[in-house]
């Protein structure tokens, strides 16, 4: 039987207290530039927490490469850590091999630099099994359609037997919906998101990020 797709509600680490108890299956927290408050904001929220883990950095690789090792150090659970590039990977690979965490690899929409970061932070001795792709995608509209192409080609050449992607694909596709100016609309934004997820969904993506509470519930629904 085919594993179901896992949703994760991200939340911004200095607006999660509130929701931290939402539903979902994995609960993300995405961190900002500003280190010392992010690090003393997680502390106190980690032992409310009793979900899986997410932890997405601030985006800036050089508050990230300081940022989540610092994070990996307070975990106590393995967790999904994120997120990895080109030009921050040999900074983090350690400390996610230390902890026996799950790194997320994102590439700009190409299946042969997706496959080569799986090769580069694999030689560094991070297993295979605990890396999810993320092929970097738009919202739901400009550029939606060639991240879809990509997200498919890398499914078929996995299960056509390349190990280098052969693993789950992760999307962040509602992340980016979520900043359009359409998505101002309460309810616009939710079914933006909703149409998002299925999207990638059907794409192949094992893990898919949401951003508002009630598109989880709604998506379990239609399960």
Partial sequence: MKDKVKYIL????????NQINEDCD????????????GIEAFKKLLPCIDKPLMLIGSGDDEIDIKLLPELMKLIDREC??????????????????????????????????????????????LPLDKILIDTDIGGLGYGFEYGYSIMEKIKL?????DKYLNMPIISFATEETAKTKEAKDKDLSLYLELTSAAAVKAAGAEYIVLTNPQSYKTLKELE
């Fill in 157 to 161: 050449e996995g299960k056509s037997g």
């Fill in 10 to 17: 991200e939340l911004s680490i200095q607006k999660a207290k």
């Fill in 80 to 125: 999904i850590i994120g997120i990895a590039n080109e030009k921050n990977y040999k900074q983090i690979v350690p400390d996610v091999i230390k902890g026996n965490h799950t790194l997320i690899i994102r590439t700009p929409i190409d299946i042969n630099l997706a496959k080569e970061m799986n090769i580069l932070t694999s030689d560094m001795g």
């Fill in 26 to 37: 994995i609960l993300g927290l995405k961190f900002t530039e500003d280190i010392e408050k």
